[in-house]
């Protein structure tokens, strides 16, 4: 059966410390992205809060039970009859932090959570270094998850360069691959529109991801550029630097033409590597 076409909003945000207004600006972007027609909304990683100082953050942090932003979203997604995508949450487990997703439906329950799988620890040549295994808990299995219009392949920032990932999420039957992000500024330049594109032309699948923008209060530069792909590797939308929302309308049956075209999903094949030493 051909689903209809839909649209769909990337939150773009500039989240600092203080989780009450990254809360504020995301209920409010979000209502003006319904009112436009948007009935899928995704916000970035890290939404509730941006903060690299690990006690900073800690000192903001509770349970998902007691998380002001999630029963905030609970109750717009229940309001507007919205499918909202929380592209992460810093959310209190035990000693440690889950950097966990939200698929939320429009009943207001949460249909399905996702903690991100490969964290990111990396000295970069400009002095900036991310310890993200010493403040998070690293997931240990990826998520699809079903919309009214195809099957959502869900992700995190920098599981985007991992690309079996999403490999094993079209296999899984996704149409719809996402991965909301708080890209550095830096690496954002070099690769973030590049990676959404192959990652969107390799399996046939559309691309959206929602990302946080701009100088954070906790010093930190962040890429922005939300964008949605389309499965032919086409930008249907970009934001640039600054905080707001973009929006395009999906249409899911450009999956299966792009995979009739190029049909890498079934003629794909896993062989031994043969290495040949010398000397």
Not at 13 to 28: C, E, H, I, Q, Y
Not at 87 to 110: C, F, H, Q, T
Request: with cysteine.
């Amino acid at each position: 059966m051909t689903k209809a076409p839909f649209l769909a909003a990337c939150i773009q945000m500039r989240s600092g410390t203080d989780p009450l207004a990254n809360t504020d600006f995301a209920v409010k972007t979000i209502r003006e992205a319904a009112a436009n027609g948007a009935v899928y909304v995704q916000t970035p990683e890290m939404s509730n809060a941006v903060n690299r100082s690990r006690d900073g953050l800690r000192s903001t942090l509770v349970t998902e039970e007691r998380d002001g932003m999630l029963a905030a979203l609970r109750d717009l997604a229940r309001e507007k009859q919205l499918h909202i995508h929380i592209g992460s949450l810093a959310i209190e487990v035990g000693d440690k932090v889950a950097n966990r997703a939200y698929m939320l439906g429009p009943d207001g329950d949460i249909a399905a959570r996702y903690d991100k799988v490969h964290l990111y620890d990396v000295d970069l040549p400009n002095g900036e270094s991310w310890r993200e295994s010493r403040t998070y808990t690293a997931g240990s299995e990826a998520l699809a998850v079903d919309l009214p219009w195809g099957r959502l392949g869900v992700s995190i920032c920098y599981d985007i360069r991992f690309s079996h990932l999403y490999r094993q999420l079209a296999e899984a039957g996704c149409d719809f691959l996402s991965a909301p992000a708080c890209f550095t500024k830096q690496t954002g330049e070099a690769h973030w529109v590049v990676l959404h594109r192959a990652r969107a032309i390799e399996n046939g699948a559309f691309f959206m991801s929602a990302a946080q923008a701009g100088h954070h209060e906790d010093g930190r530069d962040t890429f922005g550029h939300s964008i949605i792909v389309d499965p032919w590797g086409r930008v249907l939308a970009e934001a640039e630097a600054e905080p707001g929302y973009i929006m395009a309308s999906i249409d899911p049956a450009l999956v299966a033409d792009a995979r009739a075209r190029i049909p890498t999903l079934v003629h794909a094949r896993n062989v031994p590597v043969h290495v040949v030493e010398r000397g």
